[in-house]
């Protein structure tokens, strides 16, 4: 008989070799033909709902490393949820409106305007729909369960049908009003850009100091003195029609050479410096107040410029004086209707200067920067061109610079109901929590929300108009519209006719509106997934509103969870969501964002080809996602490292306990000591891991469960188990006691792993002889109470930092040559009355916890000269005596004290003797 065969060496079917990118799409394979979502469902009825709403990804090439993290992060906590008592359903879906899909089929080669309306938007729809689903395979592939034959698509004509209501009930509230207001003009895309679609790169811009003669000085100027502006923009140097001061800035009269200028006082050192002017005299200082309605000559053209109080203007760059064109700028708009100045805009939708801009006209308003300065420098009034580098706002989708253009637009008034939003906000829980602040700092400065947009693929403004221009927005044509959009989708309003598309009673000769137009605009795509919580949240039985939970990026501060709140508390006075979590950005290795043209992205398909879509999940639930993060195939190289620790530690428990059954189990009170303090840190790692799954937090959650898989299991109590697993009999009590440990350790941690590594745990789940048919339907584990749980914290803490300095002992041994493994250590301990306390308390086998072959506790006063001091404590560390038992491999004097086995150690010959009978009479080999 062999020796081998009188060992307990574990077997699994659980292979050390993970096989990830060919294992997991069998699983998932698995779990649709048995429709697992829908058990989960079905098995969670009737408890607490809790509702994540899944923000829409736009319907636009394969996913990239940002929506795994983004869609990961989801399912983790969904599935966390439906194991902790709640009904959890996932609706995934899409975005699919806008200019993105425009641009799509136009390098494609599709001429919109050469076809219908509804044949080119039904183009833009079958493109849609295609890259739905491209993206909903990328999305299963990452192991993310939900509704996915059922997902909600804002071309849908249900969709659409809720926003025009909520539209329709903004309206009715007096939030919608049509207005001429400077707005971000994408002349790139000709159209009008929200907030949340602009974001800034660095430019080059000219930098101009601009001399403007003063015409009326109220008495208090000459008219051979000019008022210096500054600005970086000067092709808006046509629209000037006026100049803004602060009233409660100082200004100054300054004398240079033969001419005099007006400047702030705190400004005029700078204004001196960028102007090289070396010997000047400051005639008199007056307040801003002083110049308030005083006029100067427009430096091109003959009319004049209007002096205007101002709080916009800062000390932060220029003169103090700020050039103010009302169609070009926010601020400048503002000032000229308090002034009653006109709104004038002299560019045209595709960027170029208008015959409201005499000499200039036809030329591109980035051109006309040159020529303007030109006209200036002759005319005497340009100071000073210079260039600086400067963040400038662009069209998130061109990628071009945008401008400010006064245009005629539908606008949602924020101003009407700021305070209702502000309040709102403060119902809200943040992770993290300075979400709030950021929100609320956004939702308190933003204007008012342009929700018009030139365009043709998306959801129309359902407004019509009567024979004189008055629009007409009222409850009844707005339901009519939804009622139609419902049944036949938003293309109708293209299809037909404005009669046709009114209800009964508007279109007869009795009507006073006349001949009816209608819109020919389109809504911003962020009213489209902003009123989701109405298309889907509050109009799916499945799902609830205001809902739980809101996560996305945090650049959705500015988009989705800003026109989300909007809309919502427009409507029903509510936040549409009770939580809000924000995740950072995917950056490269170096730190830099991820982009095609610089040939540093990564693509979760690569990952998942290589190591596994678990590694990617694994990256998710340990990362910091709070801010940005770094991402790099060498990151998911070591994530797959400790994706292969985890793995190999549960198949050693998987192995070890492969015997094992419930009618095994050792009564808790039955265990060993160190039995039970492992009980007690697993569930210290339960209690930890359900607190953590509960504010999202999941990177203490991997971190908990794999400090105690590395340290507390593999490095300690499964690495001095192989002498009592392997060693003892079968069916021994100090075996089942290990055994009873390990398989409520195995199935607590698979359980906690489930909503992270699915694909894992349904893997080990059929190993573990569970009620429930797949791991996505266990529930996670609850932390029990452990007997005298404090008592034994203190007393293995005291023994672990005991272990560690023992340890250290044994290495210096090691690198001595004293002793090779520490199998072959006789460690002698001169120990103080308080270590020697411990070390009874702890009524275990010390050697075989230290995994040395002979250990002796001494006292401390008997310890020789030579004796190591390690950390305060006093050893020696010899080579044991004896032989090393061949079944063991424990160095022993007790080696051959059975002459049936001469090579086994007293030990190893009582186990063979009473498990293996026959052995004695075969020997061993």
Not at 419 to 443: E, S, Y
Request: proline share 5%; with cysteine; charged share 20%.
């Amino acid at each position: 008989m062999k020796i081998k065969e009188t060992l307990n060496l574990g077997k699994t079917p659980f292979k050390m070799r993970a096989g990830l990118p060919n294992k997991e799409p069998q699983l998932q394979a698995v779990w649709a033909e048995n429709h697992v979502y829908e058990a989960r469902q079905k098995l969670n009825e009737g408890k607490p709902t809790f509702v994540l709403h899944d923000g829409p990804p736009f319907a636009n090439g394969n996913i990239h490393m940002g929506h795994a993290l983004n869609k990961i992060t989801k399912d983790i906590i969904v599935r966390a949820k439906s194991m902790s008592g709640f009904r959890a359903p996932y609706v995934p879906g899409w975005d699919t409106h806008g200019l993105p899909i425009e641009q799509q089929l136009a390098k494609k080669g599709v001429r919109r305007k050469e076809m219908s309306m509804v044949d080119y938007r039904e183009l833009c729809r079958q493109f849609a729909m295609k890259e739905i689903d491209k993206q909903r395979a990328d999305f299963k592939r990452l192991g993310v369960m939900g509704d996915w034959d059922h997902p909600y698509i804002t071309l849908q004509p249900e969709f659409e049908a809720a926003e025009i209501r909520v539209f329709g009930k903004m309206a009715e509230n007096g939030y919608i009003y049509h207005g001429l207001k400077p707005v971000y003009w994408s002349w790139s895309s000709e159209s009008t850009l929200a907030e949340a679609e602009v974001e800034y790169h660095d430019v080059k811009s000219p930098s101009i100091y601009v001399a403007f003669q003063v015409v009326d000085g109220k008495d208090l100027l000459t008219s051979d003195t000019s008022f210096i502006i500054w600005t970086t923009t000067p092709w808006t140097i046509p629209a000037n029609l006026g100049i803004a001061v602060n009233p409660r800035f100082e200004y100054a009269q300054v004398q240079v050479a033969d001419h005099k200028y007006v400047v702030a006082a705190e400004m005029l050192p700078s204004v001196a410096e960028a102007l090289g002017w070396t010997d000047y005299t400051v005639l008199k200082t007056f307040p801003g107040t002083a110049l308030d309605r005083m006029t100067a000559q427009h430096p091109l053209y003959d009319r004049t410029s209007l002096v205007m109080e101002a709080d916009h203007v800062t000390l932060d760059a220029g003169t103090g004086l700020v050039h103010t064109a009302p169609g070009h700028g926010e601020d400048d708009y503002k000032v000229g209707v308090k002034y009653d100045l006109p709104v004038y805009s002299v560019v045209d939708e595709k960027g170029f200067m208008t015959k409201d801009a005499p000499g200039f006209e036809g030329v591109f308003y980035d051109d006309a920067n040159r020529l303007v300065t030109k006209a200036l420098t002759e005319k005497g009034a340009l100071l000073k061109l210079d260039f600086f580098t400067h963040s400038y706002p662009h069209d998130w989708r061109t990628k071009k610079p945008v401008i400010y253009r006064a245009t005629t637009q539908w606008f949602a008034s924020v101003q009407s109901f700021r305070q209702q939003i502000l309040d709102a906000i403060d119902t809200v829980t943040f992770f993290p929590d300075w979400g709030k602040t950021r929100l609320h700092n956004m939702i308190r400065d933003r204007g008012d929300w342009v929700i018009s947009r030139q365009r043709a693929w998306g959801v129309p403004l359902p407004i019509f108009y009567a024979e004189d221009g008055t629009p007409i927005i009222e409850k009844a044509t707005i339901d009519h519209v939804a009622d139609l959009f419902g049944e036949f989708g938003s293309s109708v309003w293209f299809d037909r006719d404005a009669k046709e598309l009114l209800p009964a009673g508007y279109t007869n000769e009795h009507s006073p509106h006349g001949q009816f137009t209608k819109e020919t605009d389109i809504m911003d795509v962020w009213f489209d997934s902003g009123s989701s919580w109405a298309g889907v949240a509050q109009a799916r039985p499945e799902l609830t509103y205001p809902t739980d939970l809101y996560l996305e990026g945090s650049d959705q501060y500015r988009g989705w969870f800003n026109s989300s709140l909007i809309t919502s508390v427009a409507n029903n006075g509510i936040a549409p969501y009770k939580q809000v979590l924000s995740q950072g950005f995917t950056l490269d290795g170096e730190g830099r964002k991820m982009s095609k043209s610089l040939g540093n992205t990564i693509v979760p398909d690569t990952v998942e080809k290589q190591f596994g879509a678990e590694i990617i999940r694994l990256w998710v639930a340990s990362v910091d996602s709070s801010s940005d993060m770094k991402v790099s195939l060498d990151t998911f190289a070591q994530t797959s490292e400790t994706y292969r620790k985890i793995r190999n530690t549960l198949r050693f428990m998987l192995a070890n306990t492969s015997d094992f059954t419930a009618a095994d189990a050792v009564p808790v009170a039955a265990l060993g000591s160190v039995d039970q303090y492992m009980l007690v840190r697993l569930n210290q790692v339960i209690a930890t891991a359900r607190k953590a799954y509960d504010a999202y937090d999941l990177a203490t959650v991997v971190k908990a469960i794999t400090t105690f898989l590395t340290t507390d299991l593999s490095a300690f109590y499964l690495d001095f188990a192989k002498d009592v697993v392997y060693i003892e009999g079968q069916a021994s009590l100090p075996r089942r006691q290990m055994q009873t440990v390990m398989a409520q350790a195995l199935l607590a941690i698979v359980e906690l792993l489930t909503p992270i590594l699915p694909h894992t745990a349904e893997e080990i789940w059929p190993l573990l002889h569970q009620d429930r048919d797949f791991a996505a339907l266990a529930e996670l584990p609850e932390a029990q109470t452990v007997p005298n749980a404090e008592s034994l914290l203190t007393d293995w803490s005291a023994f672990m930092a005991f272990r560690e300095k023992v340890q250290k002992a044994l290495e210096v041994a090691r690198d001595a040559k004293v002793i090779g493994k520490s199998l072959e250590a006789h460690v002698t301990v001169y120990a103080d009355d308080a270590t020697q306390a411990l070390l009874q308390r702890l009524d275990a086998n010390v050697m075989q916890l230290l995994i040395v072959s002979q250990f002796t506790v001494a006292d401390l006063a008997a310890a020789p000269a030579n004796a190591e001091v390690v950390d305060g404590l006093t050893l020696t560390v010899t080579h044991a005596d004896g032989e090393v038992c061949q079944r063991c491999r424990m160095t022993t004097t007790t080696v051959g004290a059975n002459p049936a086995f001469p090579t086994l150690c007293a030990r190893c010959a009582a186990i063979v003797t009473a498990n293996f009978p026959e052995a004695a009479s075969e020997g061993l080999e």
